[in-house]
């Protein structure tokens, strides 16, 4: 079982890595993979060179349009796709980008459960995000003892399929 950890990165310090690490290390504990998007990134020596703010700001739009698209959207959307399910951290980094919330979208749209860790009170949690989701957690604790009970995951996976195929069968 892997799951894709989504939140901010382009507005988060070091990229998200530092929930991430963390994250990771107590989903191994409780034998569970990771696609961390950062790796992926930092791995990438294409996209660690290139001056994405530089580009962003100087009006350089067609060579940022393409780094975004080749870069960010095929790693995230690949990344989902080989991931069984998506943990999401919700937070101020969040708010700002835009990123994380495709990758809310893509996972529902692929009948990957979503499982939200936040700390804002549900009303500041958008109401399209909570459609989306799985389950929601106030931290990162709540959540690993949550999916330490690993048929309550597969039955999870089980439930998001018939889930979107309940309100977008015809659509997709």
């Given at each position: 079982?892997?799951?894709?950890?989504?939140g901010?990165?382009?507005?988060?310090?070091?990229?998200?890595k530092?929930?991430r690490?963390?994250?990771t290390?107590?989903?191994s504990?409780?034998?569970?993979?990771?696609?961390?998007?950062?790796?992926?990134?930092?791995?990438?020596e294409?996209?660690?060179?290139?001056?994405?703010?530089?580009?962003?700001?100087l009006?350089?739009?067609?060579?940022y349009?393409?780094m975004?698209?080749?870069?960010?959207?095929?790693?995230d959307m690949?990344?989902?796709?080989?991931?069984?399910?998506?943990?999401?951290l919700?937070?101020?980094s969040?708010?700002?980008?835009?990123?994380?919330?495709?990758?809310?979208w893509?996972?529902?749209?692929?009948?990957?459960?979503l499982?939200?860790?936040?700390?804002?009170?549900r009303?500041?949690?958008?109401?399209?995000?909570?459609?989306e989701?799985?389950?929601?957690?106030?931290?990162?604790?709540?959540?690993?003892?949550?999916?330490?009970?690993?048929?309550?995951?597969r039955?999870?996976?089980?439930?998001?399929?018939?889930?979107?195929?309940?309100?977008?069968?015809?659509?997709?």
């Amino acid at each position: 079982m892997k799951f894709y950890l989504s939140g901010g990165m382009e507005y988060k310090k070091g990229l998200g890595k530092t929930w991430r690490d963390n994250i990771t290390e107590e989903l191994s504990k409780v034998d569970y993979e990771v696609f961390n998007p950062v790796l992926q990134e930092l791995d990438d020596e294409e996209a660690k060179s290139y001056n994405w703010k530089e580009n962003k700001l100087l009006a350089n739009l067609d060579s940022y349009r393409h780094m975004v698209r080749a870069k960010m959207f095929v790693k995230d959307m690949v990344g989902i796709q080989q991931s069984n399910a998506v943990v999401l951290l919700y937070d101020e980094s969040v708010q700002r980008g835009a990123g994380t919330l495709a990758e809310a979208w893509e996972a529902f749209r692929e009948a990957k459960p979503l499982y939200i860790i936040s700390q804002f009170s549900r009303e500041n949690i958008p109401g399209w995000l909570i459609g989306e989701s799985t389950a929601l957690f106030r931290t990162i604790s709540d959540f690993i003892e949550y999916v330490s009970n690993k048929d309550r995951v597969r039955a999870d996976v089980r439930q998001a399929k018939k889930v979107r195929d309940q309100y977008l069968g015809e659509i997709y």
